[in-house]
């Protein structure tokens, strides 16, 4: 699968997470016990690699989404899931769509370095207060990807190359805090999420803008090897008891 297939499932899982619980028409007596104790979040976020791999690459910037699941009623310890896509670099050239045409027809061919950090783990939150702490460990992974397109048709396969991919587990441990800014009649809060996730990670091949040498004699690919611990930071929305 592209990077870029890997792209729309993890902002598609983003999106329904939270629409699964965006219940707030049907009355209290009405919500099953799945739906109220069901929480979505969506963020924005930007990743920060840490150590040998802050020397690598730069800053990159997505979107997160998570699913949430109250295990207690008063929703004390929580069971998580998360994905998010993040873009770390970025290349377009201008070429001729082929050699043996010359420069006749020209295309412009992009090129995207990309990181699909998921997780898997429980929370603990104060859930209560007009800010509310929370904490979570999880086990994860980061799964790299560069991939090179046709502007025009990026999103057919047949035009689209992934260049370089490789994955990693991770050790992922965060925190934040939730500010409720509304409550609807079913008693589920719509909140501000501010936070933060450390992936903890092992050695992953991965690629950066220049990794890729186009030259007479055909491409040079040459990547980068590293463990790749960083730390991710987001601000979004919450929706849920």
């Known amino acids: 699968m592209s990077g870029f297939g890997l792209g729309r499932i993890a902002i598609v899982c983003a999106v329904a997470a939270t629409n699964a619980v ?44 998570a699913y949430e699941f109250q295990v207690d009623r008063a929703g004390f310890l929580l069971l998580r899931a998360g994905a998010s896509y993040l873009e770390y670099g970025h290349e377009t050239k201008h070429v001729p769509l082929s050699p043996t045409i010359g420069g006749r027809i020209q295309v412009n061919v992009s090129t995207e370095n990309s990181i699909f ?9 104060w859930p209560r207060g007009r800010v509310r702490p929370y904490v979570n460990a999880n086990v ?12 025009t048709y990026s999103d057919d396969d047949d035009f689209s190359t992934t260049n370089q991919q490789d994955f990693t587990w ?5 925190g934040g805090l939730y500010i409720p800014v509304s409550t609807d009649r079913n008693g589920d809060h719509l909140s501000i999420d501010i936070g933060f996730q450390k992936f903890m990670t092992g050695h992953a091949s991965y690629l950066r803008p220049g990794s890729i ?19 991710l930071v987001h601000i979004g929305v919450r929706y849920g008891r």
């Open 117 to 125: 950090p998921a997780t898997l783990g429980a929370e603990l939150t």
């Open 140 to 151: 994860g992974g980061l799964f790299f990807a560069t991939t090179s397109s046709i502007d």
């Open 22 to 65: 965006a219940q707030n028409a049907a009355p209290p007596d009405q919500l099953n016990e799945l739906a109220r104790r069901s929480v979505g979040v969506v963020s924005v976020v930007q990743s920060r690699p840490l150590d040998e791999l802050s020397h690598n690459i730069g800053f990159g910037y997505g979107v997160t989404g």
């Open 170 to 174: 991770s050790r992922v441990f965060g």
């Open 213 to 231: 040498q186009d030259l007479p004699t055909g491409t040079v690919i040459t990547p980068l090897e590293s463990d790749t611990h960083m730390l």
